[in-house]
């Protein structure tokens, strides 16, 4: 099994799959920066200084959806804090305050070596270094040609000639990909130019600035306050300028902000033929404004900086059906314009990020102003400043600033995303970027990449980022959910379970049409037969318990008790394949309850029984 990609994403991908393998199997973790490895963009120590804190609370940035605190009492109980600075050295966590995001890397490593040895016997991790470049589908499995870095020291030469792995399953997980602003194509070497605040040289630009400085920061959305956060509380004194398209500014949550739930009805006139931008903004404001009220009057415990929130994840359900009705051409118009203030109405952040950003924006003494318009051009002058060119609605102005800070722009549309990798897999047919949404690649419910016309395109599967467009369209995701934690929790765990059922069926059973082997499973979910769910409740328990003993005791419970389920009509008559599909079947069930969003963490934990009375966090 090959991961592609060893940030968040590939190394949540590769405990489950430690954790859920019984058999032996290698499991291969690739990745093309070391800095990166447990890490990604968003949490490597190097681009994170310890003023970058988690947008979320500490409490919701466990890896495990199952084990709601597992990060906090990590951070408390397990982390080395030699090197840690003050305050952080002796900061005691809780669930509703912040932590500082470069530990996560830390803490992403404990676990991944944690699951490496409690796996199966036989079940064994490599951690590789190497960028995958291409794919070539096998009869049985999949080449992947792996490109070396080059070799470090005087001269720079070039590394070995690339090399071709197989493997029999392979997990995309290449994470965010930069695309480059038209705006600062005459600055990207300006040494007044960060194109990357989440490097290490953005970091050391943003520390070597002196106080007085002028600052322009391109974007208002979330890592942009990390920026103007970082400044800040360095004693920044000089004028920040947030120039952002929409103004969009985020909520601060409340101190005790806990995640909820809250159940609303479906928001009908969004079901409505759609007829123009102009009329469906009209429905969906009414629809949104209702929902809020409801909110607001049948939940009065509930902040009023969280309703947003609350009714962005009570419409999920309905989302999917709405955004069938809206012209593909629009729907990506639609996205593209409303994309930043969608996010804030899903996601806050926590008060030790916004107040400080709060403060700095007073009219009155405030050093960050807000500048809202486009940016067109960044230019250089003689004095070795930068001059911002904003086309605001009404009128154009421009910001000389000392330090321009350029946003992490992402690209979503893997149709334009340059490298090689890409390349290669959209030429094969192998990636096809998500038609609806142009965000992300076409892949089916449990994250298989698909062909264009529609079918499984062999044994590749993806998680992450690259999946933003199905989850907008599939599941009703909104904002950064298409693809944060949250949503690769649930992934990780999919995604680990199918290629695990896939390399453990028996050859007679792989030779089955897939129609007729997803008719198998589908029939015995829907027959139930006596014993099924008590394999389901075991199968829980195994996939979420961490010690190997443990999975092993609940394991053997689990044959026994699928050894009982007597014969089904519509399956083969041999003991040993109705077995292989009964199991496969309380499997996918399993994966189901265990990734339910319809309840919070802490309610899950209750609904499948791995709640424990002594431990107050249940």
Known sequence: MLIVGAGLAGTAT?????????????????????????????????????????NIQAGRMSLFREDVHDFVRWANHEADRRDWPAPWAEFVFVEQGPAPRRIFQDYLTERLAEAAREAAPGVVLVEADGDAVDIDIRPAGATV??????????????????????????????????????????????????????????????????????????GSVLSAYD???????RGHTGRIHLISRSGTIFRTYPGGHEHGVVQLPCPKALLEPYRNREEFLARARSEWDRACSAVVRDHPDIAPAVVAERVAKAWEPYLPEAIERIPTDELRRLLDEFSTAIAALRVGAVEYTMTVIERAMRPADGSVRLVIGNVETITPTESGRLVVSVAAPAQKHTVEADLVVSNFGRESDYSRVGRPLWENLRRRGIAVPHERTRRGLEVDEQGALLRPDGEPVGPICAVGVLREGDEMVRNGRTGAFTFNLAAIKNQSIAVAARVVEQLELPESLLAHPTAQYRGDLRNIEEAAPPGFMEAVDLEVKRLATRARSERELLD????????????????????????????????RTAVERLTDVSVTPRQLRRQLGIASADNPED
Request: with cysteine; aromatic share 6%; hydrophobic share 45%.
């Open 227 to 233: 920026s103007a956060g970082f400044l800040l509380r």
């Open 14 to 54: 590769a405990i489950r799959l430690l954790r859920f393998a019984r058999r032996p199997a290698e499991i291969v973790l690739l990745e093309r920066r070391a800095d990166y490895r447990s890490a990604g963009v968003a949490y490597h120590r190097d681009g994170n200084p310890w003023d970058h804190v988690f």
């Open 556 to 587: 053997a419970r689990l044959d026994a008790c699928i050894r009982s389920i007597g014969e089904l009509p519509t399956l083969p008559t041999a003991a040993p394949l109705r077995h292989s599909l009964i199991r496969a079947a309380v499997g």
């Open 145 to 218: 040609t792996v490109r070396q870095p080059p070799v470090a020291g005087a001269g720079a030469r070039p590394g070995p000639e690339p090399t071709a792995m197989f493997a029999d399953h392979v997990v995309l997980a290449t994470g965010l990909e930069l695309r480059e602003p038209p705006f600062a194509s005459d600055v990207r070497s300006h040494a007044a130019f960060v194109r990357d605040p989440y490097s290490a040289a953005g970091v050391r630009k943003l520390t070597a600035l002196p106080p007085e400085a002028t600052v322009a920061i391109v």
